[in-house]
């Protein structure tokens, strides 16, 4: 269980039944073990579950030795918790906000948006799995690679579906979801549009995988849009279809799997605990934010700014200005005349290039193992941005 010194972040991933959910999750974690991995990211990912941890590793074993494809976990719905800690070194005198940081990965089966329930258990089955992600900061809802080639030229007929698909099995799940019809305040709000299987489809960026979906399924996507608008509170904080990522969990040639040779999956981790970060803070500086939604996306991101306060470049960005946060976001946070100074948190936006680099830098030098982690993850995103394999909202 999670203690109150652990930072716990969600991630919940849906995909239509073959899209490569498990061996995603396979190739995420199995990667994370690999020696060179903690050596270059100076980081521990540990599965709470060992015995789930060794199904993942055996996946990505025989992927890796015997070209063998796990088996899908079909109609199963399974929630996996991992404990990310900053790799052993000198002791340090950081008094970090928090220990670890918690990834819970939510997946839930894709046979359940593309087929009814077959009995009233099994409905209800349905919407206590859904229920459980909905603590979950980020969702990732997977385009599958594989089927997007072969409907070259003609995409439209599976994107369409696709979006379709997905929005019919959240308003089938609506009225069960909201008590009283009362929109939900604790909801997945950054839904990422993710090609899964991108080495079929080699050249596809972030960018021209967003041109293709509003291209050939715009409407339908912002279809999907309105039906989450309806399931939640305070709809200025939510992102959907708006970032992009393009995944391939390994290199697929006959007879042999690289799992060497992947696409984005080392950008889960800092996906889903620097992104909601990074988006919340720049959504709590809108005064149209309820103070309930407020109050729970700027939970975990409180403890992520102590973290990242102790830093030189963050103390100046903190330091600047002299106007008061909105009332929401002062409501929240309590962390000081210094850092409730300045429009703090829309100030924390700024710490990209070169003062997000300098800040990492520091933390490293001074042994803050936590906080360059944090850093780092910050890094990470900003690579991807670069490297054409995320592109991130503005909004």
């Given at each position: 269980m999670a203690t109150t010194r652990d930072l716990e972040q969600h991630i919940a991933v849906f995909g239509e039944s073959g899209s490569g959910k498990t061996v995603l999750l396979s190739s995420f974690y199995g990667g994370t073990q690999d020696p060179a991995?903690?050596?270059?990211?100076?980081?521990?990912?540990?599965?709470?579950d060992t015995g789930e941890g060794h199904r993942l590793l055996q996946n990505y074993y025989r992927m890796r030795s015997s070209a063998e494809v796990p088996a899908a976990n079909r109609?199963?719905?399974?929630?996996?918790?991992?404990?990310?800690?900053?790799?052993k070194g000198t002791a340090s005198k950081e008094?970090?906000?928090?220990?670890?940081?918690r990834l819970v990965w939510h997946d839930y089966p894709g046979e359940w948006f593309e087929q009814g329930p077959s009995s009233a258990a099994e409905a209800g089955r349905r919407v206590e799995t859904f229920r459980s992600l909905l603590t979950s900061d980020i969702a990732l809802l997977l385009v599958d690679g594989q089927k997007l080639r072969d409907n070259a030229g003609e995409e439209e007929r599976?994107?369409?579906a696709l979006f379709s698909t997905f929005n019919t099995g959240l308003l089938n799940l609506r009225d069960d979801l909201l008590e009283d019809g009362t929109p939900l305040v604790r909801f997945p709000r950054i839904w990422v549009m993710a090609l899964s299987k991108a080495d079929l489809l080699p050249g596809m960026t972030a960018q021209s995988l967003s041109e293709l979906l509003i291209e050939k399924a715009g409407g339908h996507m912002a279809e999907l849009r309105r039906t989450i608008t309806m399931m939640v509170q305070g709809d200025a904080a939510l992102s959907v279809g708006e970032d992009f990522l393009v995944l391939s969990s390994a290199k697929f040639t006959p007879g042999r799997i690289d799992v060497s040779d992947r696409i984005g999956v080392d950008l889960l981790l800092p996906l889903a605990a620097a992104m909601p970060f990074e988006r919340h803070v720049r959504w709590s500086a809108r005064k149209q934010i309820p103070v309930k939604v407020a109050q729970q996306i700027l939970a975990n991101s409180r403890s992520i700014v102590s973290a990242?306060?102790?830093l030189g470049p963050v103390a100046k960005l903190l330091s600047a200005g002299s106007s008061k946060l909105p009332g929401p976001a002062a409501k929240v946070f309590s962390l000081g005349a210094?850092?409730?100074?300045?429009?703090?948190?829309?100030?924390?936006?700024?710490?990209?290039?070169?003062?997000?680099?300098?800040?990492?830098?520091?933390?490293?030098?001074k042994n803050h193992r936590i906080t360059a982690v944090l850093t780092g993850f910050l890094l990470a995103l900003e690579?991807?941005?670069?490297?054409?394999v995320l592109t991130r909202s503005t909004r």
């Amino acid at each position: 269980m999670a203690t109150t010194r652990d930072l716990e972040q969600h991630i919940a991933v849906f995909g239509e039944s073959g899209s490569g959910k498990t061996v995603l999750l396979s190739s995420f974690y199995g990667g994370t073990q690999d020696p060179a991995y903690i050596r270059d990211h100076e980081l521990n990912l540990v599965a709470e579950d060992t015995g789930e941890g060794h199904r993942l590793l055996q996946n990505y074993y025989r992927m890796r030795s015997s070209a063998e494809v796990p088996a899908a976990n079909r109609f199963k719905a399974t929630s996996y918790a991992f404990s990310v800690k900053p790799k052993k070194g000198t002791a340090s005198k950081e008094k970090a906000p928090f220990n670890a940081l918690r990834l819970v990965w939510h997946d839930y089966p894709g046979e359940w948006f593309e087929q009814g329930p077959s009995s009233a258990a099994e409905a209800g089955r349905r919407v206590e799995t859904f229920r459980s992600l909905l603590t979950s900061d980020i969702a990732l809802l997977l385009v599958d690679g594989q089927k997007l080639r072969d409907n070259a030229g003609e995409e439209e007929r599976y994107l369409q579906a696709l979006f379709s698909t997905f929005n019919t099995g959240l308003l089938n799940l609506r009225d069960d979801l909201l008590e009283d019809g009362t929109p939900l305040v604790r909801f997945p709000r950054i839904w990422v549009m993710a090609l899964s299987k991108a080495d079929l489809l080699p050249g596809m960026t972030a960018q021209s995988l967003s041109e293709l979906l509003i291209e050939k399924a715009g409407g339908h996507m912002a279809e999907l849009r309105r039906t989450i608008t309806m399931m939640v509170q305070g709809d200025a904080a939510l992102s959907v279809g708006e970032d992009f990522l393009v995944l391939s969990s390994a290199k697929f040639t006959p007879g042999r799997i690289d799992v060497s040779d992947r696409i984005g999956v080392d950008l889960l981790l800092p996906l889903a605990a620097a992104m909601p970060f990074e988006r919340h803070v720049r959504w709590s500086a809108r005064k149209q934010i309820p103070v309930k939604v407020a109050q729970q996306i700027l939970a975990n991101s409180r403890s992520i700014v102590s973290a990242l306060a102790v830093l030189g470049p963050v103390a100046k960005l903190l330091s600047a200005g002299s106007s008061k946060l909105p009332g929401p976001a002062a409501k929240v946070f309590s962390l000081g005349a210094a850092l409730l100074a300045g429009n703090s948190l829309e100030k924390f936006t700024d710490l990209v290039g070169e003062k997000l680099e300098e800040a990492n830098a520091e933390a490293r030098e001074k042994n803050h193992r936590i906080t360059a982690v944090l850093t780092g993850f910050l890094l990470a995103l900003e690579r991807a941005e670069e490297e054409q394999v995320l592109t991130r909202s503005t909004r």
